[in-house]
């Protein structure tokens, strides 16, 4: 069975275009056509590079609280509850860091002359193909704290769809990489 990388919808294997958001699937190319190309995974992210975010996330955390304390005063509620809220947010935040760890896992970018490829190896996998023709354009994503680790994120869209290459080493060299194999 097969699923549009999109919007994960059930697919036959013969189709060329999802039947719902009308996403153009993975077409196979040949292997003699490609003269070179590389293989991307997302880059795990450690706990210590997420502090940045961390930082602003506890701001957000210390005005949910003083908010809290104000409608607990309001309503008569006990402390306990609002300490409980406070920790339930702060681990959620959290989380998200072994939710990265296995969203990526299976995750890798074939990078090649024709195009970009995304392939998800998983028991739903997803494969899809964006050769440079089709692409509309190519946006590259940095904050603080990509930029102190030394990774990135690059959206490379073509029309209402694209590739999103997610927790990139190096990712200006993928960038300009990508730019000049479109103009080409």
Same mark, same amino acid.
């Given at each position: 069975?097969?699923?549009?990388?999109?919007?994960?919808?059930?697919?036959?294997?013969?189709?060329?275009?999802?039947?719902?958001?009308?996403?153009?699937?993975?077409? /196979? &190319?040949?292997? *003699?056509? #490609?003269?070179?190309?590389?293989? $991307?995974?997302?880059? !795990? +992210?450690?706990?210590? /590079? &997420?502090?940045? *975010?961390? #930082?602003?996330?506890?701001?957000? $955390?210390?005005?949910? !609280? +003083?908010?809290?304390?104000?409608?607990?005063?309001?309503?008569?509620?006990?402390?306990?509850?609002?300490?409980?809220? !406070? +920790?339930?947010?702060?681990?959620?935040?959290?989380?998200?860091?072994?939710?990265?760890?296995?969203?990526?896992?299976?995750?890798?970018?074939?990078?090649?002359?024709?195009?970009?490829?995304?392939?998800?190896?998983?028991?739903?996998?997803?494969?899809?193909?964006?050769?440079?023709?089709?692409?509309?354009?190519?946006?590259?994503?940095?904050?603080?704290?990509?930029?102190?680790?030394?990774?990135?994120?690059?959206?490379?869209?073509?029309?209402?769809?694209?590739?999103?290459?997610?927790?990139?080493?190096?990712?200006?060299?993928?960038?300009?990489?990508?730019?000049?194999?479109?103009?080409?």
């Amino acid at each position: 069975m097969y699923f549009c990388p999109v919007c994960n919808k059930n697919l036959e294997a013969n189709e060329t275009n999802c039947g719902y958001c009308g996403n153009r699937l993975y077409d /196979e &190319l040949e292997t *003699s056509d #490609i003269s070179e190309q590389y293989e $991307l995974k997302p880059r !795990f +992210v450690f706990v210590y /590079e &997420l502090l940045p *975010s961390s #930082i602003q996330t506890v701001w957000l $955390l210390i005005v949910l !609280f +003083v908010v809290s304390n104000l409608v607990r005063e309001y309503f008569h509620l006990p402390t306990a509850s609002v300490v409980a809220l !406070f +920790v339930v947010l702060l681990l959620l935040k959290d989380l998200k860091i072994f939710y990265r760890k296995f969203k990526y896992r299976n995750v890798k970018y074939i990078i090649s002359d024709q195009g970009i490829e995304y392939i998800k190896e998983s028991s739903h996998p997803k494969r899809y193909f964006l050769p440079y023709e089709e692409v509309s354009a190519v946006l590259i994503e940095k904050n603080y704290a990509t930029r102190l680790f030394g990774y990135g994120h690059i959206l490379v869209k073509s029309g209402s769809t694209g590739i999103y290459l997610d927790y990139i080493a190096d990712v200006d060299q993928v960038y300009q990489y990508i730019i000049q194999h479109i103009h080409e």
